[in-house]
């Protein structure tokens, strides 16, 4: 439950941001909504535009005409998860790649000149002026070409998806970081400051932090050269309480107002806060290792041939497996190399080749993020059809509904153990 103080304060904080790092927005900008309304993260900034007297766009519902919907409106600000910038990346870079020889090494010789200014600490329109006009205006203009701040959150995005945007989006890409629990603004990163990559940023305004130990995983908030916990917040933006659950707010919230978040971080040198685990959804397997479960799954959505992956894992096996969701792309490309086009994403998500080359794919990212043996998958069942709030895989919010996966896909799981205990 949510007061409307909460909401204020959460306003509060989007204008003390907004003015504190000259973003410039005001009544003559608009925004795009296209996430859902149950989704903190875009009700605060539509309130926002509210307050401004902003314009409020609504997307169409599908997501093939999103870029149509962008076209038209031109927003001012865009605000979006994880899922929808690695679609962004995915497409650019897919792109850059099947262009003429010329074209791509022009393409990643601006890329690597404007990043290495911007690591030199020049702002993202003074890195590069000649390839922002020569090259990555033609970007931005996927977005409208009016964007003057580009906001991620819901999930920790990607070091190299928000590298790529930074440069590539010529205006301040930040990731921000809060729940539907503080009324979503609780952290951002400062616009231009690239030690803040990879980070939420500071705390905003109206709220306080700390970091709690979790000795079960490891993380000491008293650590002198990385101190990591917890996330505990308090502020005037928190909620009251669970609806008909004071069982639920007992746990979750202390008596002092500290409400627990569940999410694991890093303090950084530089002053920002970095999302490095989830306290919750944890399970442990039969030889004793806990696996952080949300953690080992954004290694593997970091595949650019994945549209969605569901990890799993009990105290009765020593492995992990997954259901995963590929791109189409990942299935045509690998159609046409095998002799196999024409073939439906159903289809060949039934072929066993396509399945051991999704698998290897999988495995070869958890290598190179170095993750431990016991996280790394085993077995791979794949799924055409996409989890959604529609078929209650997913909540409104992007979130995986993971007992509804569990009796959805008991019968692959049982196999794929079957066939691993026979090994």
């Known amino acids: 439950m949510l007061k409307h103080s909460a909401v204020i304060a959460a306003v509060s904080n989007c204008y003390s941001i907004v003015r504190a790092y000259n973003v410039g927005l005001s009544e003559s900008d608009a925004l795009l909504s296209y996430l859902p309304l149950a989704h903190i993260f ?10 401004l007297g902003g314009s409020i766009g609504y997307w169409q519902g599908d997501v093939t005409k999103l870029l149509d919907d962008i076209a038209a409106l031109k927003p001012s600000i865009f605000i979006g998860v994880p899922r929808v910038f690695d679609r962004i990346y995915a497409r650019i870079m897919g792109q850059v790649n099947s262009a003429s020889v010329v074209k791509r090494s022009l393409f990643n010789l601006g890329l690597w ?83 803040h990559s990879a980070t939420v940023g500071p705390p905003t305004p109206c709220t306080e932090f700390r970091l709690e130990s979790v000795p079960e995983m490891d993380y000491d908030a008293l650590d002198p050269d990385r101190p990591a916990g917890e996330i505990l917040i308090r502020g005037p933006s928190n909620f009251c309480g669970y609806y008909k659950d004071q069982k639920k707010t007992d746990e979750d919230v202390e008596e002092d107002g500290w409400f627990h978040s569940g999410d ?10 970095k999302i490095v685990d989830r306290k919750k959804n944890i399970f442990k397997l039969s030889q004793g290792e806990y696996v952080a479960v949300e953690k080992v ?14 990890v799993y894992g009990n105290s009765q096996e ?30 060949l998500c039934g072929v066993k080749g396509f399945v051991d080359h999704m698998l290897a794919s999988l495995q070869a990212a958890g290598k190179a993020e170095k993750v431990k043996g016991f996280e790394m998958i085993k077995a791979l069942h794949l799924e055409a059809e996409p989890f959604s709030a529609e078929n209650d895989l997913m909540t409104p919010t992007f979130k995986l509904k993971r007992p509804q996966l569990a009796k959805r896909y008991k019968k692959q799981i049982d196999d794929m153990y079957k066939e691993l205990n026979r090994k």
């Open 42 to 51: 875009d009700r605060v900034f539509e309130e926002f535009f509210l307050y």
């Open 113 to 195: 000149t404007k990043l290495y200014f911007m690591r030199q600490g020049w702002k993202h329109g003074q890195a590069s002026p000649f390839f922002d006009m020569l090259v990555f205006s033609k970007v931005a203009a996927r977005l409208g070409g009016k964007v003057k701040i580009v906001i991620s959150g819901g999930a920790p995005l990607s070091a190299h998806v928000e590298e790529f945007l930074r440069v590539a989006m010529c205006c301040p890409v930040v990731q921000g970081y809060g729940l539907t629990e503080t009324c979503a603004a609780s952290f951002i990163a400062v616009p231009d400051e690239i030690g």
């Open 264 to 273: 694991i971080a890093v303090f950084t040198p530089e002053g920002g806060v």
């Open 297 to 310: 799954e954004g290694v593997y959505k970091k595949n650019l041939l994945v549209e969605q992956v569901w």
């Open 318 to 347: 020593a492995y992990l497996v997954a259901v995963c969701v590929p791109t189409e792309e990942a299935a045509k490309e690998w159609a046409s190399k095998n002799g196999r086009s024409g073939g439906s994403l159903e289809e």
